[in-house]
């Protein structure tokens, strides 16, 4: 067996020996020899340095042991050979006997490091001293420790008091599931489908509402005859057949919308701006927050009090993730509990969007839709657990009457603030005394409906706040410094509601006013009455558009060809066509493409030989100390962006409402989908905004009545008592199989041929039941003879 010497000690060791020697000393000579081992590419184990200072995580730091997805014993290894996790990596190494290596090489190391830490080891050597490096550790234990942290049960600090988010003594309700067997005129009879008479009844109307065809071609469908004969051979209609209540369209609706209730109902109402009048199609915001709240589905699920998460029990590091462990929620339930002890803060998160609802044409939508800040965000991202509700559709014409560009962006900004305050008025008096709320367990609270977060884009931002485009919503940066790194201070809540205030001075005294405050001069925006809500800090940053859809630069050509060369993964979407010429790119799309991205530019050559390292930022202070790159490349002549300027805001943010998944517009574009242009699709194109509402409340009731149907089926339970679960970043992905399948191993030709067996036997069937109709027909013609 070949041996090596290390020039640092002069000792001899086997091959092994010698790399574990390396790996493992602390000799000043001998870390210098395996410094430049290391560079040589022979040692292959990277310094904790390049993982970001390991010291100061207080992170274990030592040899791995064991895997990242779990730990394993010998025992689950049988199929490998004893000896083949000792084979040296180069045949030559091994005996020419094929001896084993000695398995004392541990212990004879142990002694020799302990003789090249002995002083005077290290009198014997001329070579310079340098300090130690730390101790290497691998890229994957780091992360696993790093991951660990979190995915125990954080400490919690509870709110002070214990009266936050209490019951009210003696006042306990009805659940939500009885409260609506109640409104049905069956009340607990025997039927569960009630008012349908049957399974087959509820079947047949569900999939007209949710999956069938339009009005019209439904009751067609019921009026076909001829579909079967009865014992006497008479022909039936397909309602008879199925033993329906229902002959058409119009019997089913009607059906819904008199004997099953649903969500509040929508309101025609008219805003008037400058002499002319807008229709306004909305709800009644308290129901829907008695709606949200009293749902079954999220009672077990609620947060009712604020709390503080830490994940060391020195309570020195914060755990941020559902919007009661921010600051907000916290702050906001002193400031109650001052005068209302015992209160429940309900936050209302409020986004709104114009939608097109045509591909060709200028038909749009402007919905507004609403969620509480009490249900988990795992449940509100999800669309089919319901967890947000249509507040309204917004007026949306364009005014081209107008002429004057400003004018009309004036009008507008007034109809749309004039809209949200006949939606979000209601909110004032029960913001401020509270209002009696029933979960869907029966439980009654004092809840404080308020304004906390409103979710959009950045022109719906400037919107909202009244500011112009191109400044920052939340602070009175300069417009011309947005790419500067620099704190500035936040908006003045007070020095603007005071500005306007002088609406009743006069048209010019306000407008002075009101651009000395850094606002335009909108008449009442809607937030202006709101209690406990300051809307410059409500401004939550957009993730799909300021992250997902944020700012990249490089050449095309060459990355196109490295989203080419990307190899096959289960977890990556490809662009094999590169991703330069996609067109209406989708928030999904830009989140693949951000798994990618900094992987293909890392290396990439830039122009005048510039090196790329300065695209790569660690940090936004990193990004900030090298963005000149892209002013060199020509790319931008500055940096005054919003969306770059909003990515500073973000960590405050996230203290101050927790995790930005809680206020993702991702949620409410996918939201248009269902509420907006399925809806649109359901009606005859003229004067939609009716049609939409109604289709919409009678697809909700369906919704509902499938619940109760459900609970109903159950044996009407009670809903359960659940312990929230600790929030934990778990990147283990799983892949689920069957336990107990009915076939083993079965290979791909069989899968084949069962596949071409089935398809024989449909054939056949098809066979057997023409010949069946066949059979029917000539029956009929005899018996008609």
Known sequence: MSESVCEGCGKEFKRKGYTLHLTRTQNPPCLVIAERERKRGLLGQASADDFGGLENLSLPIGQFAGDLFGDYGPSDFDFIDDGAGEQPMEEEDSGEDGEEEEVDDDEELDAQERADLSPAANEDTDMPHEDPPSTPAPAREIRKAAEDRFHHTPIVEKFPGGKAGKPIANNQD??????????????????????????????????????????????????????????????????DSLNLSYANSLQLNKIIDEKLPGRPKFVRSEVVVNGEVFHLYSRDILECVRALWGDSEFAPYLFVAPERHYIDKDKTIHMYHNMHTGKWW?????????????????????????????????????????????????????????????????????????????ARRRILANVFHACMTHILSPLEDPGKSGMHVTSGDGVVRRGHPIYATFVGDYPEQCLVTTIKTGECPTCEVPRDELGEDAQFPLRDLENILAALDQLDEGPTIYRKACEEAGIKPVYHPFWERLPHANIFRSIAPDVLHQLYQGIAACGEAEIDARCRRLPPNHNICLFMNGISDLNRVTGKEHDQISRFILGIIIDIQLPDNLPSSRLLGAALQNFHDNKSIFVDLGVRPDFNLPKLHNSSHTPSYIEYFGTTDNYNTEYTERLHIDLAKDAYRSTNFKDEFPQMTLWLERKEKIFRHEKYIQWRLAGCPSPPTLKPLPPGIVYERRLKMTKHPTQKAVKIPTLKAVKLLCEASLSSLKIVFQLYLHILQRKRLQHFC
């Open 174 to 239: 009805r659940s939500s599931e009885r409260v609506y067997d109640s409104t049905l005129k069956g009340r607990m009879s025997t039927n569960p489908y009630a008012p349908f008479t049957s399974k087959m009844d509820w079947e047949v109307a569900k999939w007209a509402k949710l999956r069938g065809a339009g009005s019209t071609a439904f009751s067609d469908l019921l009026d076909i005859d001829g579909f079967c004969l009865d014992i006497f051979f008479h022909i039936c209609h397909v309602r």
């Open 330 to 406: 916290w702050d906001t339930q002193v400031e109650i509990e001052k005068n209302y002890p015992g209160a429940t803060v309900i936050p209302i998160i409020i986004s709104s969007d114009k939608t097109q609802l045509t591909v060709f044409g200028n038909k749009t939508a402007y919905p507004v839709y609403m969620t509480l800040g009490n249900i988990p965000k795992e449940i509100r991202r999800k669309p089919s657990r319901r967890a947000y509700i249509l507040l309204g559709y917004l007026p949306t014409s364009k005014m081209k009457n107008i002429k004057n560009k400003s």
